[in-house]
């Protein structure tokens, strides 16, 4: 068969499915396969995971981890006692729908989460179930029992395996958020609500080791007893979900600078636990923010860790991760936050500028309002669709042969196995040249809808010289190459 002849095919099959209801979609595939894990670092390809699986060829798979997470996916959050349920497998349900395979499983540490939003009236949100038993004597400042942190609460262990099994059924990798130390940072009496409060605990554990009424010193060293006590809590998370593939862990949202060695400690912590157990998995460190500037971790410190994977912030200069994220290097898999970006915050142009720049792009997701009533916007539902493109045309492609070449393309926005296969971004539609001199024969020409994945046929192209292309639809486009 021709290339002329397999073109006008594919013309053919494109103008059908237009008639039959729309232009073909990167996004009409196969529904999700369960996690093939424990993910580990791939060798040849260190920007990406690897499930251990191969393609046809015998190349080793790159997992490309995208999707959206949000609040109360483990702790029901909200007003009344106890507070409204979660509907976990709709949420599964959203996540497979969108075409998301990982998403960040949210702890929360305290008995109570004050919010306050900007001309709404303040909420005294529940969170419930919390990992220790609530066994007394003694009443905490809650009113109810006080924690036996010797003791954890079997419901809270029972709900985390189950909730990681679901996920992994669908084919969902889960990172597992072991601390949490953004409401321990804010302003107002939060401290009194932590289970490491004097006032809350039998077993006259205090985690404010300076005594300045504030509590973040639960996530530093400062205390071997709360040292003690957060280890065993890893432990028990870790024979309790440590048997399963989607697995990932995460060691804490948001815990300022002052939590570096903390953290170091526990990443190697888990690391020689899981070197005991028959499945190791990938441990992350996602970056330190705090209200107060001079405690601001850096991204540095999450390179200099012993994490293999990272989330972190927007910095100023050239390379910014919100705007203008640089290549990645392979240091580590890194994981961009919109959280740690811009809070509720997130667009197309991010998703598939991360995409080509060798990233693996996550949103932190308001969802249906129910925490935070941000949710509902038009602008999130984009987002979240582009993400479903961006994993499936990933799963189309060798991506573990891929890495992002941004001088190869005008655009600056190219991944590219050289001579074989490209995927440029084009954040203003129109025009670009992509550099193809290291491409044999002739190359098989698509454009993809960023927001739906609709994929539009173009002419094949020769390779062996720098060629111009132009989008065929107005507005930011994704132009795919790839050798016949």
């Not at 004050?114 to 909420?123: S, Y």
Request: charged share 20%; net charge neutral.
């Amino acid at each position: 068969m021709t290339n002329q002849t397999k073109h006008r095919l594919t013309l053919l099959a494109t103008f059908a499915a237009f008639i039959l209801g729309g232009c073909t979609s990167v996004s009409d595939q196969s529904p999700s396969r369960p996690a093939a894990g424990p993910l580990r670092v791939h060798p040849g390809n260190p920007r990406y995971f690897t499930d251990g699986t191969t393609h046809a060829d015998g190349s080793l798979r790159a997992v490309y981890l995208t999707g959206a997470h949000t609040w109360n996916n483990l702790f029901d959050i909200g007003p009344g006692d106890p507070p409204p349920a979660f509907d976990y497998p709709a949420h599964l349900d959203f996540l497979q729908r969108h075409h998301h395979n990982f998403f960040r499983l949210w702890m929360e540490e305290e008995m109570e989460w004050v919010i306050e939003q900007k001309d709404k009236p303040t909420v005294r949100n529940i969170m419930t179930p919390l990992p220790w038993a609530r066994t007394g004597p003694g009443l905490a400042r809650d009113g109810k029992p006080k924690f036996d942190l010797r003791q954890f609460n079997p419901a809270f262990f029972a709900r985390l395996r189950s909730r990681l099994q679901d996920a992994g059924r669908r084919g969902i990798y889960v990172a597992v958020m072991l601390f949490e130390g953004w409401i321990q940072q804010q302003k107002g009496p939060r401290w009194k609500d932590h289970p490491f409060h004097p006032d809350n605990n039998v077993n006259g554990i205090d985690g404010d080791a300076n005594g300045d009424g504030i509590g973040t010193d639960v996530h530093t060293l400062a205390n071997p007893a709360v040292t003690r006590v957060q280890e065993a809590f890893v432990r028990h998370v870790i024979d309790t979900v440590g048997d399963l593939d989607n697995v990932l862990y995460e060691i804490a949202n948001e815990c300022g600078s002052y939590s570096t060695e903390w953290q170091y400690h526990l990443i190697r912590f888990i690391k020689a636990y899981e070197a005991t157990k028959p499945k190791q998995h990938p441990v992350g460190m996602t970056f330190q923010w705090s209200p107060n500037s001079k405690l601001r971790g850096t991204n540095q410190i999450l390179f200099d860790s012993p994490a293999d994977w990272i989330s972190p912030n927007r910095v100023a200069g050239e390379w910014n991760y919100r705007d203008n994220p640089p290549p990645a290097d392979g240091r580590k898999v890194i994981v961009p936050d919109t959280d740690h970006l811009g809070g509720i915050w997130g667009n197309v142009a991010w998703v598939w500028k991360s995409f080509t720049r060798g990233h693996n792009p996550i949103f932190m997701d308001p969802y249906d309002g129910s925490v935070l009533a941000e949710g509902g916007s038009p602008a999130w539902a984009a987002v979240r669709s582009s993400m479903g493109v961006a994993s499936q045309l990933a799963r189309r492609v060798n991506l573990g042969a891929m890495t992002p070449q941004g001088a190869l393309a005008s655009s600056g926005y190219c991944l590219a196995a050289t001579g074989r296969e490209y995927i440029v971004y084009l954040p203003t539609g129109g025009e670009v040249s992509v550099d193809l001199s290291a491409a044999a024969g002739s190359l098989q020409v698509e454009w993809l809808d960023p927001r739906q994945g609709n994929v539009t046929a173009g002419e094949d192209v020769s390779g062996g010289a720098r060629r111009s292309f132009k989008s065929p639809f107005a507005g930011d486009a994704v132009l795919h190459l790839k050798a016949r």
